[in-house]
Each structure stands twice: as structure tokens, then as C-alpha cells.
């Protein structure tokens, strides 16, 4: 892709590399895209040095709730498989049903803000009302209900996450599009014949855009924690490896009583740091977005 395609116009490929140069100024970001990159990388991977032998309780060998050895790095759980192979495999489903419900969200919350705000009238105050609505329930109850009533698996989970996340992303775009609409280049937008569909999308939706980036890579880390909640609650998938997951077996398989701290703390603290990552890369993104915010912090 270059310039002179058209694809790209300068403005924008300048804005890119003012956003590149300064992300990279920022150490805290950088670790925490670090972060992100190397538990992206072995979850792309593991399918390479991960199979059904060291997966599935029936084939594995390994002794049962051993400690970390040279054999075992992190130990095994209570069907004898390598703890540090679970960690792995388990990041796949986790950082997928966080990533795919913080679409979800992103997209609800995107859209309904921007008709909220696009369209003052009964429709804007009527999606603000939903709005409202779902802000004032309980968001753990809610989906814990709804993913009961869904049934267990991920795509439930996917889903109750969504459905109970999207109202601060709304929120957020409601008040932004409402900002830029008041502004003079939209005004006259109208004035030349643009209608309703094409102010919000070619005027509105590319200036809220940057708040949505910054809100999604946030959303992420709180998706995580949600299913691992969720999860861990046996909402789960029973025949699938994530971080909370394992977290539930070892406290129903007695590695608590057994004192089997390899069990409990790698899963743990395997969420501890992704969720971290996340963060760092959202606060990172919102200071070279928002520098107003650098003085704040």
C-alpha cells in the first residue's frame, strides 16, 4: 500500500507515525505490548509442540500433583499433566473469548452510542434509558444468570460478557459524537446534502474512533478476568483448558488441602500478567491519543 495509490492519504500516514514514534517512547507500553506479543505467540504456537498425549487424562503418565522437578517444570495436576503445558493451552481459549467479546462489546457499545448521540430525539433517549437500565443491574449476577440460561461452553460466556460490558463503551461514544457534531465541519456536511448514515459514518465515526481503540484494549483485560470468573464458577466448557478452569479444578481436585501451590499459582498469575499487559498497552495508547492525560496520571 502506498500514498500514491490513494489508500493512505499523507495526513494519515503522518498521524500513524507521530502514534508509532510516540508509543515507542513509552517503556511501560512497550512492556506490556512485550507482554502481549510473547503470550500471543505461544498460544499461535502451542498446537506445535502441544498434543492430545499430553492434553487428555486417559493418555498422560506423569505423576499426580507432583511438585516443579526437572521432568515437570511446574509440576502436574491431579490427572498428571505438566501444569506449564495447561498454562499455555489454556491461553488460547482465554485471550480468544476475551478477545471476541471485546469486539462484541466494542461493536454494541460503538453503535449504540452513535445513534444515541446521532438522533436526539425519542431514539437517542430511548437507547440511553437501555443504557441506563443495563449500568444499574448487577453485571456479575446478569451473567452469571445469562450464561447459565445460554448453557456452558465459551461461546455463552462470550456472549454474557458482551452483553453486560458494552454500556461504558456507549456511554463513552455517546458524549464524543455529540462533541463532534457540534462542531463547524459538520454543519456544513449538512448543509452540502450529506444525510444521517453518512455524517455518522465518514464525519462521526473516524473521530470517535481513537476512544474506541483505547476503550477496547482496556475491555480486554476485563473480559479476561470476566471469564476466568465465569469459568471458574463451572460455567465453562468442562472439556476445555483455560486459566480458569484450571484454577476450578484445583480447587474441586483438593490442592488447596494438599498444598499444592504449583497447581494454583501459575494459572493465577498467568492472568495477573496478561491483564497487566493489557493495561499498560491501553493506558500507553490513551497518553499518545489524549497527552492531556499524561498530566493526570
Not at 510473547?38 to 492430545?52: Q, T
Not at 499455555?88 to 452510542?113: D, F, M, P
Not at 448514515?197 to 474506541?212: A, D, E, G, W, Y
Not at 463451572?234 to 488447596?256: E, H, K, N, R
Request: hydrophobic residues 50%; aromatic residues 6%; charged residues 10%.
Amino acid at each position: 500500500m502506498t500514498v500514491e495509490e490513494g489508500r493512505l492519504s499523507p495526513p494519515r500516514l503522518n498521524a500513524a507515525r507521530r502514534f508509532v514514534r510516540s508509543y515507542l517512547e513509552r517503556p511501560a507500553g512497550l512492556a506490556g505490548l512485550g507482554v502481549l506479543a510473547a503470550f500471543g505467540l505461544l498460544a499461535l504456537c502451542a498446537p506445535l509442540f502441544i498434543g492430545d498425549a499430553q492434553l487428555n487424562v486417559i493418555k498422560v503418565t506423569g505423576p499426580q500433583l507432583a511438585g516443579p522437578s526437572g521432568s515437570y517444570l511446574l509440576g502436574t495436576d491431579q490427572a498428571g499433566r505438566s501444569i506449564i503445558d495447561l498454562v499455555i493451552w489454556g491461553s488460547r481459549e482465554s485471550l480468544s473469548i476475551g478477545i471476541i467479546a471485546t469486539v462484541l462489546t466494542v461493536l454494541l457499545g460503538t453503535t449504540v452510542g452513535l445513534l444515541a448521540g446521532h438522533y436526539e430525539g425519542w431514539v437517542g433517549k430511548g437507547l440511553m434509558h437501555v443504557t441506563d437500565w443495563f449500568i444499574a443491574l448487577p453485571s456479575l449476577p446478569l451473567a452469571i444468570s445469562l450464561a447459565a440460561v445460554l448453557g456452558r461452553g465459551a461461546a455463552s460466556i462470550t456472549i454474557a460478557i458482551a452483553v453486560t460490558s458494552w454500556t461504558a463503551t456507549a456511554r463513552l461514544v455517546r458524549a464524543q459524537t455529540l462533541a463532534v457534531e457540534a462542531r463547524p465541519f459538520v454543519d456544513r456536511a449538512r448543509a452540502l446534502g450529506a444525510g444521517n448514515t453518512q455524517i455518522m459514518l465518514r464525519h462521526v465515526l473516524p473521530n470517535v474512533t481513537p476512544l474506541v481503540l483505547v476503550s477496547s484494549t482496556l475491555t480486554v483485560a476485563s473480559a479476561i478476568l470476566s471469564e476466568a470468573t465465569l469459568t471458574f464458577l463451572g460455567l465453562g466448557d468442562p472439556t476445555s483448558v483455560t486459566w480458569g478452569s484450571m484454577l476450578q479444578s484445583a480447587f474441586s481436585d483438593g490442592a488447596v488441602t494438599a498444598g499444592a501451590w504449583w497447581y494454583l499459582l501459575p494459572p493465577g498469575i498467568a492472568i495477573l500478567i496478561v491483564v497487566l499487559g493489557f493495561t499498560l498497552t491501553g493506558r500507553a495508547v490513551e497518553h499518545v491519543l489524549n497527552p492531556r492525560m499524561v498530566g493526570r496520571s
